[in-house]
C-alpha cells in the first residue's frame, strides 16, 4: 500500500519486502520523484532501507516492485553523501507550500472513482 501525502510531498509506504516498516520518502528536485500516469505509480530513484535489518533495495515502477542489489557500505555511505550535497543545492521552497500538478490528478482520480461506485 501506497499512500501519497502530496501536499507535504511525501510517499509513504510498507517496506516492500514485507518487513512492516513504514517507509517514507519525500519528493523534491534533489529526492525522489513521483508519476502517475491514471492508473499506476512509479517511485524514482530506488529506495535503499539501509539502516533497516531487512537492507531491501528496491524500484517502484508501474505499481510493480523491481528489486534492486545489495549495496555495500562504502556504496551506501557514497550515496548518502550525492543525497545530502544535492539537496543542499537544490534552493526551493518547503514542499508543503509549492502548487503541486499531482495533487489536482489525484483528486480528479479519487473524483472519478466516487462517481463510479456511486453509478452502481
Not at 519528493?27 to 539501509?50: C, M, R, Y
Not at 495533487?103 to 479519487?110: E, K, W, Y
Request: net charge positive; with cysteine; charged share 20%.
Amino acid at each position: 500500500m501506497v499512500y501519497i501525502a502530496a501536499e507535504f510531498g511525501a510517499v509513504i509506504h510498507l517496506c516492500c519486502d514485507g518487513c512492516g516498516e513504514r517507509i517514507s520518502t519525500p519528493l523534491g528536485k534533489a529526492q525522489w520523484s513521483l508519476t502517475f500516469d491514471g492508473e499506476s505509480i512509479s517511485l524514482w530513484p530506488s529506495v535503499g532501507n539501509w539502516a533497516l535489518p531487512c537492507r531491501s533495495h528496491y524500484i517502484i515502477r508501474e505499481n510493480h516492485v523491481i528489486w534492486a542489489g545489495q549495496w555495500s557500505p562504502a556504496e551506501v555511505a557514497a550515496s548518502a553523501a550525492r543525497d545530502r550535497a544535492a539537496v543542499e543545492t537544490v534552493q526551493v521552497e518547503p514542499a508543503a507550500t509549492q502548487p503541486n500538478p499531482l495533487c489536482a490528478i489525484l483528486r480528479l482520480q479519487l473524483a472519478r472513482l466516487r462517481l463510479r461506485r456511486s453509478r452502481r
